[in-house]
């Protein structure tokens, strides 16, 4: 199997082109090709798909060989590929999520795609639709219990759950530990990915974000949009003014808009390419 690997700013997937390639049983290659001792080593896989709706499609498998409902760098990695790959020559275009139809703007230099813009829809509060295990229209600076401590969070979702909670240092945390706890709450019946991010300045947050199937990674899109949201719901940030947040892995920078869409804006990287026996 052919395969590209790349990253935005430190969240690393495995890439393949399915217009030539065929991944007949995806969980299981995601679990090999992410192994980061046996394997390539990345956060998953992801497949670049032809699709009816779109000018492309994507399917994203977390390390764990669970299917993610999308993925907010992966976007922007799939945006470089596809143009750099001479899949498209169109710098504005659709990507299929099963979480709805993406817009992303492309923006090379000398030939190359270098930053992506995404427009990543709505953000959606309503708990049920989260899904959370409450009731109501939102899900704001709420008290929760886990791990015999008192945390409070707000649920967004960006395609997919995500809690996001404010902690006074982000470097302390021992996520290792933290991170399952948050993901297998009662309150998530799907999972759910946390982000604990540190108001740094003004419209500046620090994070570090747990994934659902994946553990800590360097970065995750959906997650600094969902802490983008949230900073602006707590009344931390305004809507419709960029919010730089800086992961471990570099900096995204997001646009809550006053109509409820969110806009991301980041880099991606080619790392290597090669074929691997599955």
């Known amino acids: 199997m052919k395969f590209t690997k790349m990253q935005g700013i430190g969240n690393d997937y495995v890439y393949v082109n ?11 290659v995601s679990v090999i090709v992410s192994d980061r001792h046996f394997g390539i080593g990345s956060d998953g896989l992801v497949l670049i798909m032809p699709s009816d709706k779109a000018d492309f499609r994507m399917r994203m498998f977390n390390a764990d060989g669970s299917e993610g409902m999308m993925c907010g760098n992966a976007t922007r990695c799939i945006g470089k590929y596809v143009y750099d790959n001479g899949l498209t020559n169109k710098t504005a275009l659709t990507l299929e999520t099963l979480s709805g139809i993406k817009h992303l703007t492309l923006f090379p230099e000398n030939g190359i795609v270098k930053t992506v813009l995404v427009d990543m829809g709505r953000a959606v509060l309503a708990p049920r639709e989260i899904p959370m295990d409450a009731d109501g229209d939102s899900f704001i600076n ?18 997919n759950p995500h809690a996001v909670t404010y ?12 991170g399952p706890l948050f993901e297998n709450h009662p309150l998530f019946p799907q999972r ?4 604990f991010a540190e108001l740094t300045g003004d419209h500046s947050i620090r994070m570090r974000v ?12 959906t997650g600094a949009c ?14 419709d003014r960029e919010i730089t947040v800086h992961l471990r892995g570099g900096d995204l920078f997001i646009t809550y808009r006053s109509d409820g869409t969110v806009l991301m804006r980041g880099p991606a990287e080619t790392v290597f390419t090669g074929e691997i026996d599955i």
């Open 142 to 159: 709420k008290p929760i219990t886990v791990g015999g401590r008192e945390y409070r969070i707000t649920g967004v979702s960006m395609g």
């Open 210 to 221: 747990w994934e659902r199937g994946s553990g800590e990674t360097w970065a995750c899109g």
């Open 18 to 28: 399915c217009f030539s390639e065929q991944v007949d049983d995806p969980e299981r």
């Open 192 to 195: 759910v990915n946390t982000e």
């Open 226 to 239: 969902a802490a983008a949201v949230s900073s602006v719901l707590n009344g931390y940030c305004s809507h």
């Open 167 to 178: 902690v006074e240092d982000t470097q302390s945390l021992d996520l290792e530990k933290t």
